[in-house]
């Protein structure tokens, strides 16, 4: 590839001889033509259109007969660049795409086109720095300007005016500064209607809550109302007797024509209180949710989904004479303790359904609750007001008898704090081999720590609840009067009153 490398004559480098045959040139070629290219119309006839259209096109465009002008065929690189060799004018030519030709230019061409790649003048013989000419005349003249020389600043362009300018170019780009488009507004309203949705009152980032709509004129306010709408002077009397919150706010009055309206003497005074109305009452959206009550209503399943599913009895415990008013199962879940309203309490086995054990306690059982520990097969029940510690009888012989030695209490002695009674008693039950505890109330409930160790009674009225230790110490035992050789019985009562 060849570089242009011209300059002027003043500026150029070598002999006389060639600057001499490269004018020789320019003018034989400037007689040759006798019209600048200008005057030359275009040989193409593809019109006014780009050139990419026809890219991948065979032709590119149509003569006056609407036929084809197909493209030329340029010459390939290697044959290109052998030409070149053999031609030395041949960096002077150039490939015209509009006319799919090849244009030679002239030395002139040249220097101008070298020229203006190096940043100067097209033409040598333009001065770029004339002579200052000072055209305006000082003499003589009433406002004379002044003489100073022009300031650096004028001349150089203001760095800070770029950075500013750098700045909002990149917020435009980022999308940090964004333009609002204009739109294009309906020309009709509605008077009357909801401006929750108007452009003029969507604000940026805040909930506009249109103002209350003030109540529409009905035929009270006309100035012809009907006969029935206009009131007496009895009732007008009525109305100065009234309190100014129920006094109306309007009594309607008849004209003969709209000309004879006189203005209302309230005008400004309502308008007042209007936007003191508006300004002063706090005003919050409301959501209104419109919800079908049936579908908050949970789906339930189908009995296709449920199944299997117990259809059939598979066991009934019969025996009870009385409805059944308490349950409890063991720890093991082997065997099951029932209280009835027919003073039983029965010890059930749950695989085969088997009445192991009636305890026939005369009262009614109110509450029944079997110890959670496998070693100490012991019921406690509510009976009647009392409280009855039972051996169930289940499990094996040595676990009967150390049953049978913790459920037994030995004589009480007297107390040490004088005649003050204590919140229980604990009293034997021979009848059952097990213990009685009388309160002074009738006892509600009772249940059984998850280890075994402590059980509680409730008593609705006075005692909120006792709590009763099974393991104490022994020194414990002479304070209470509790005699006990393997497992203690309770020596330590936690009373709490309301």
Same mark, same amino acid.
């Given at each position: 590839?060849?570089?242009?490398?011209?300059?002027?004559?003043?500026?150029?480098?070598?002999?006389?001889?060639?600057?001499?045959?490269?004018?020789?040139?320019?003018?034989?070629?400037?007689?040759?033509?006798?019209?600048?290219?200008?005057?030359?119309?275009?040989?193409?006839?593809?019109?006014?259109?780009?050139?990419?259209?026809?890219? &991948?096109?065979?032709?590119?465009?149509?003569?006056?007969?609407?036929?084809?002008?197909?493209?030329?065929?340029?010459?390939?690189?290697?044959?290109?660049?052998?030409?070149?060799?053999?031609?030395?004018?041949?960096?002077?030519?150039?490939?015209?795409?509009?006319?799919?030709?090849?244009?030679?230019?002239?030395?002139?061409?040249?220097?101008?086109?070298?020229?203006?790649?190096?940043?100067? =003048?097209?033409?040598?013989?333009?001065?770029?720095?004339?002579?200052?000419?000072?055209?305006?005349?000082?003499?003589?003249?009433?406002?004379?300007?002044?003489?100073?020389?022009?300031?650096?600043?004028?001349?150089?362009?203001?760095?800070?005016?770029?950075?500013?300018?750098?700045?909002?170019?990149?917020?435009?780009?980022?999308?940090?500064?964004?333009?609002?488009?204009?739109?294009?507004?309906?020309?009709?309203?509605?008077?009357?209607?909801?401006?929750?949705?108007?452009? &003029? /009152?969507?604000?940026?980032?805040?909930?506009?809550?249109?103002?209350?709509?003030?109540?529409?004129?009905?035929?009270?306010?006309?100035?012809?109302?009907?006969?029935?709408?206009?009131?007496?002077?009895?009732?007008?009397?009525?109305?100065?007797?009234?309190?100014?919150?129920?006094?109306?706010?309007?009594?309607?009055?008849?004209?003969?024509?709209?000309?004879?309206?006189?203005?209302?003497?309230?005008?400004?005074?309502?308008?007042?209180?209007?936007?003191?109305?508006?300004?002063?009452?706090?005003? =919050?959206?409301?959501?209104?949710?419109?919800?079908?009550?049936?579908?908050?209503? #949970?789906?339930? #399943?189908?009995?296709?989904?449920?199944?299997?599913?117990?259809?059939?009895?598979?066991?009934?415990?019969?025996?009870?004479?009385?409805?059944? =008013?308490?349950?409890?199962?063991?720890?093991?879940?082997?065997?099951?303790?029932?209280?009835?309203?027919?003073?039983?309490?029965?010890?059930?086995?749950?695989?085969?359904?088997?009445?192991?054990?009636?305890?026939?306690?005369?009262?009614?059982?109110?509450?029944?609750?079997?110890?959670?520990?496998?070693?100490?097969?012991?019921?406690?029940?509510?009976?009647?007001?009392?409280?009855?510690?039972?051996?169930?009888?289940?499990?094996?012989?040595?676990?009967?008898?150390?049953?049978?030695?913790?459920?037994?209490?030995?004589?009480?002695? #007297?107390?040490?704090?004088?005649?003050?009674?204590?919140?229980?008693?604990?009293?034997?039950? &021979?009848?059952?081999?097990?213990?009685?505890?009388?309160?002074?109330?009738?006892?509600?409930?009772?249940?059984?720590?998850?280890?075994?160790?402590?059980?509680?009674?409730?008593?609705?009225?006075?005692?909120?609840?006792?709590?009763? /230790?099974?393991?104490?110490?022994?020194?414990? /035992?002479?304070?209470?009067?509790? /005699?006990?050789?393997?497992?203690?019985? #309770?020596?330590?009562?936690?009373?709490?009153?309301?």
């Amino acid at each position: 590839q060849a570089s242009l490398s011209f300059e002027d004559s003043g500026e150029g480098s070598g002999s006389d001889a060639d600057s001499d045959g490269l004018e020789e040139e320019d003018d034989a070629a400037a007689e040759e033509s006798d019209s600048s290219e200008d005057e030359v119309a275009p040989r193409n006839t593809v019109g006014n259109v780009p050139l990419q259209w026809y890219k &991948d096109e065979e032709h590119i465009g149509y003569d006056i007969s609407a036929r084809k002008i197909k493209k030329r065929d340029r010459e390939g690189r290697i044959d290109s660049f052998l030409s070149s060799k053999d031609n030395d004018d041949d960096w002077l030519k150039i490939w015209d795409d509009y006319n799919a030709e090849e244009v030679k230019i002239t030395k002139e061409e040249a220097k101008i086109i070298s020229r203006m790649m190096k940043g100067k =003048t097209p033409h040598a013989n333009v001065d770029p720095y004339p002579d200052y000419v000072d055209w305006f005349e000082y003499a003589d003249k009433g406002h004379p300007l002044s003489n100073a020389p022009e300031p650096k600043r004028r001349f150089v362009p203001s760095k800070w005016e770029q950075k500013k300018v750098v700045k909002l170019v990149r917020a435009i780009r980022k999308g940090w500064i964004k333009f609002d488009k204009p739109k294009d507004e309906p020309n009709y309203y509605l008077l009357w209607g909801d401006d929750t949705d108007t452009a &003029d /009152n969507k604000r940026q980032g805040l909930s506009y809550i249109p103002a209350p709509k003030p109540n529409l004129p009905g035929h009270e306010e006309s100035y012809n109302p009907s006969v029935e709408y206009i009131p007496t002077q009895e009732e007008i009397d009525n109305y100065q007797l009234m309190y100014e919150e129920d006094r109306p706010k309007f009594i309607p009055r008849r004209f003969e024509s709209l000309r004879s309206v006189p203005a209302y003497e309230k005008a400004l005074r309502e308008g007042f209180d209007r936007c003191l109305d508006l300004y002063l009452c706090p005003r =919050t959206r409301k959501k209104r949710i419109n919800i079908d009550p049936e579908s908050l209503k #949970p789906k339930l #399943p189908s009995k296709k989904d449920l199944r299997p599913y117990p259809r059939t009895c598979y066991l009934e415990f019969k025996g009870h004479g009385g409805p059944v =008013t308490s349950l409890s199962v063991e720890a093991t879940g082997q065997w099951i303790a029932s209280g009835s309203s027919d003073g039983t309490i029965r010890v059930w086995e749950v695989e085969t359904g088997r009445c192991l054990k009636v305890f026939n306690v005369g009262a009614d059982v109110h509450h029944i609750s079997w110890n959670p520990s496998p070693e100490r097969p012991i019921l406690a029940a509510i009976v009647g007001r009392d409280l009855l510690l039972l051996n169930a009888e289940v499990g094996d012989e040595e676990t009967q008898v150390r049953t049978k030695e913790l459920l037994h209490v030995g004589e009480p002695t #007297p107390e040490d704090d004088g005649d003050k009674k204590p919140a229980v008693r604990w009293v034997n039950n &021979d009848k059952f081999d097990g213990i009685t505890l009388i309160h002074h109330r009738a006892a509600s409930t009772v249940e059984w720590h998850s280890k075994g160790d402590y059980f509680t009674t409730v008593v609705p009225t006075d005692i909120l609840f006792a709590l009763f /230790n099974l393991q104490v110490m022994h020194e414990h /035992n002479n304070k209470y009067g509790l /005699n006990y050789s393997v497992l203690e019985l #309770p020596c330590n009562i936690l009373t709490i009153s309301r």
